[in-house]
C-alpha cells in the first residue's frame, strides 16, 4: 500500500469511528431536532440535496430541512431574499450548524469525509469545472474544509476553489485535525454564515 493509499485508509478509519461516535451521543438530540423541524413547518425533517461527490458523481446529501418545501433548488446566496424562505427553526440550524447533523450518514456510507471540500451542488457548473481543472474533484468532499473554515459562505468561488486546491496538496491527518479544531472554533463563534 503507497503512503497516500495509507493515509486515505486511516482517513476512512477514523471518519467511521468518529461518525459512529457521535451519531451515538447526539441520537436523542437528533430526533428531537427531526421533530422540531416537522412541528414547526410543513415537509419533511430531512432535506436530500443532489451533491457532487468525489469523480464528479452525484449522491444524495441528507440535511435538516431549514428551507420551506417550495424553495428552489439553487445555492443559497442565488435567491433574492434567503431569509423569506427560512423556516422558523431554518435560521438556528443553521448558525448552529445544527442542520448538518444527518450528514454523519453520508460520511458512514462512503459518500463524504469530515474534512474535504464542501460538497458543490449538482447544478453549480461553474464550481464544478474550477475544481475539476484543478484534480479537486478527486476528493472525497466534507462535511467541513479548509475553504469552511477561511470564509464559509462569504467567499467567491475561485478563492474558495483555490483553497481546496491548497488542502488537496497539504492534506495530512494532522492538517485535518486542525481543519476539525478550526471548525469547532467557527461554528462555537459563529463565524462565516449568512443565512
Known amino acids: 500500500m503507497t503512503g497516500l493509499g495509507l493515509q486515505n485508509g486511516l482517513k476512512r478509519l477514523f471518519d467511521i469511528l468518529l461518525a459512529g461516535g457521535i451519531a451515538l451521543v447526539f441520537a436523542i438530540p437528533i430526533l428531537f431536532i427531526a421533530l422540531l423541524v416537522v412541528l414547526t413547518s410543513p415537509g419533511p425533517a430531512i432535506y436530500w440535496s443532489d451533491r457532487v461527490g468525489r469523480g464528479n458523481r452525484i ?4 440535511k435538516f430541512r431549514t428551507m420551506r418545501v417550495d424553495t428552489p433548488a439553487v445555492a443559497t446566496h442565488l435567491l ?3 431569509a423569506n424562505y ?3 427553526i431554518g435560521s438556528f440550524l443553521r448558525k448552529s ?4 447533523l444527518p450528514q454523519l450518514w453520508s460520511i458512514l456510507k462512503g459518500d463524504m469525509s469530515f474534512v474535504g471540500p464542501r460538497p ?5 457548473d461553474d464550481l464544478i469545472a474550477l475544481r475539476t481543472g ?3 474533484h478527486e476528493l472525497v468532499p466534507g462535511l467541513t474544509g ?11 468561488i475561485p478563492e474558495k476553489v483555490g483553497l481546496d486546491v491548497e488542502y488537496l ?3 495530512s491527518f494532522w492538517f485535518d485535525i486542525w481543519i476539525l479544531w478550526l471548525t469547532f472554533v467557527k461554528v462555537f463563534r459563529r463565524d462565516g454564515v449568512s443565512h
Open 59 to 62: 449522491f444524495k446529501m441528507p
Open 80 to 82: 433574492s431574499d434567503p
Open 86 to 88: 427560512l423556516t422558523p
Open 97 to 100: 450548524s445544527l442542520d448538518e
Open 120 to 124: 458543490a451542488l449538482f447544478n453549480q
Open 134 to 136: 484543478q484534480g479537486v
Open 146 to 156: 479548509w475553504a469552511q473554515v477561511n470564509g464559509r459562505d462569504e467567499l467567491p
Open 169 to 171: 496538496q497539504r492534506r
